[in-house]
């Protein structure tokens, strides 16, 4: 999850003067996790649930509101520039989906250039989905001229010079030769033409999803910045130009709207309209136990930052802000309720029933594993239960069969519930390739599998799995590794070569014994790539007996 830093000063300046131990002491109760912190400045890690947090003016914001320096419905004045955008009908096949917005008198330096930049990859991460799904330029506005132009060209049909490039190279070019371009390719390789944004005069803003143009690079001087989003889901597109035209609206940035002419349809963005919700008063005590009437109900909005008003004895009209993405369902503005409340002003009861709660002993045996496992060296990992097919199966090099799919998935990474860990085990080590080597992860957990002949179609099985990185990594060590375990938790390791699609041939071996089944050894090479790893990788997946 994305970890920023506030530093104590900056909140000051944007209208929040708190003491360093308030700060920690209040951030917790906001839903937020303190990494670490000094004199300066503190590291606070938020939930992907509210992107709009991973600023310094969101974090402003929202502290504001909980300490009752302000509250209510931020108001964020939107004036129209007269400026266009015109989209092309050969980019609908390819990145369908655009917004934009101006904002004006931004204050640039080095620091605050840096926070910048780590807000844009933050987003790009947490809604982008490593900039799949959203992609986000920021550019100097006062170096271009409306209107502009968002259409698909040929691989070798325009030159431009790329970021931090000193020469002028073709889109084809930077995807084979950029560092960035590179890195994105495998978002355009489906595509024989690629995106572009234009100026009037044609001048390139931007190559989305992969990188923008140098002569739009932000500096200490910029004062006024031109945003594009660009993406396949238009409602993450819009969500995501918001939470930034919003963030610089806190620091004093004045708001201005495009229009954007589509070949279906026209539109003005950034829309910055409050959406609306009801909400009832007995719905807030049934779900947090706690009894609030409605005026007070309305107070707590208010320091979360929304407006409300009574509409019936039960009923009350919630308006949203617009940078706020998480709030999806009644319950999500009740959780808002019960953390203005403070969580630590609730008062916990012992629920009246008949029976005392001990551990099941089926969870009991995780702490054993996990214990065996940390004193082998590993670390673990929990992962979510949805994957995709992608992950799952191709680039693990596996046929695909039954599974169970999410019927209307949010996102087109999580559609279907894993039958294995060890692609959860990749995709975290991919996200941590910036780290040193040896890495030695591991992970218990649910999988399902499709099973006609129980009441739910499904079955739930507990499975270990685990896998080491370095320059070394080999059979032997796996070997071992897995020995070890199997050991430890009073099974016989025995040993047969298996053939397995994931593994190098002549390399992985299966291990059965007493309804304990799995299978360990080295990595295939093109598995390892598929997930952007450069060194060797031994792994391990162990079946565990249904109860």
Not at 254 to 268: H, M
Not at 430 to 444: V, W
């Amino acid at each position: 999850m994305p970890v920023i830093t506030v530093e104590y000063e900056d909140l000051k300046e944007l209208g929040v003067d708190i003491s360093k131990d308030k700060l920690i002491e209040i951030l917790p109760m906001m839903g937020s996790d303190i990494e670490e912190f000094d004199e300066k400045s503190v590291k606070v890690e938020f939930f992907p649930n509210r992107p709009d947090q991973l600023s310094v003016e969101g974090v402003a914001r929202s502290l504001k509101g909980f300490l009752g320096l302000e509250k209510g419905l931020p108001s964020y004045k939107v004036k129209k520039s007269q400026m266009k955008l015109y989209v092309d009908k050969s980019v609908t096949s390819i990145r369908p989906h655009i917004g934009m917005g101006v904002v004006k008198n931004v204050n640039f330096n080095d620091k605050r250039l840096k926070q910048v930049m780590e807000f844009q990859e933050d987003l790009h991460w947490v809604i982008g989905r490593d900039r799949k799904k959203v992609a986000i330029g920021i550019h100097n506005l006062d170096v271009v001229e409306a209107p502009f132009t968002y259409k698909a060209v040929k691989p070798d049909e325009v030159k431009f010079t790329p970021l931090d490039c000193d020469h002028e190279m073709t889109p084809a070019q930077i995807l084979r030769e950029h560092p960035k371009g590179v890195e994105y390719a495998h978002l355009l390789e489906k595509f024989d033409r690629y995106p572009l944004i234009l100026d009037k005069d044609d001048n390139v803003l931007s190559m989305p999803p992969i990188i923008n143009g140098e002569l739009t690079k932000l500096t200490d001087d910029t004062s006024n910045i031109l945003i594009d989003v660009t993406g396949i889901d238009e409602r993450a597109v819009m969500q995501t130009l918001n939470i930034i035209c919003t963030s610089f609206a806190e620091s004093n940035g004045r708001i201005e709207s495009l229009k954007i002419l589509r070949p279906e349809k026209e539109l003005e963005t950034p829309d910055l309209t409050a959406k609306t919700k009801k909400l009832k008063a007995s719905n807030v005590t049934r779900i947090t136990g706690i009894k609030l009437d409605s005026k007070t109900i309305i107070d707590l909005l208010g320091k979360a930052r929304m407006d409300a008003e009574i509409i019936s004895e039960d009923e009350i009209k919630v308006k949203i802000p617009p940078y706020r993405v998480d709030i999806l369902h009644e319950v999500d503005i009740i959780e808002n309720i019960a953390i203005q409340y403070c969580f630590n002003n609730i008062k916990p009861e012992i629920p009246a029933i008949p029976t005392i709660g001990e551990e099941d002993p089926w969870y009991a045996i995780d702490k054993f594993i996990r214990e065996i496992m940390i004193g082998l060296g590993f670390q673990e990992i929990m992962s979510l239960m949805l994957t995709n097919e992608e992950n799952h199966y191709l680039k693990m090099r596996l046929e695909e069969d039954e599974r169970v799919e999410v019927a209307q998935p949010i996102s087109t990474d999580r559609t279907m519930i894993r039958k294995s860990l060890l692609n959860g085990l990749l995709e975290f080590l991919e996200a941590n390739r910036h780290e040193d080597l040896p890495q030695k992860i591991f992970e218990i957990g649910d999988v399902v599998y499709i099973d006609k002949t129980q009441e739910t179609n499904t079955r739930l099985v507990k499975k270990l799995a685990g896998a080491i990185i370095h320059s070394n990594a080999n059979f032997t060590e796996i070997k071992s590794t897995v020995a070890a375990i199997i050991e430890n938790l009073g099974y016989k390791f025995q040993i047969e070569p298996m053939d397995h699609p994931s593994f190098i041939k002549g390399r992985c071996a299966k291990i059965e014994d007493n309804g304990l089944k799995g299978f360990f050894g080295e990595l295939h090479p093109e598995v390892i790539t598929n997930f952007k790893l450069e060194y060797p990788i031994i792994a391990f997946e162990i079946t565990f007996p249904s109860r």
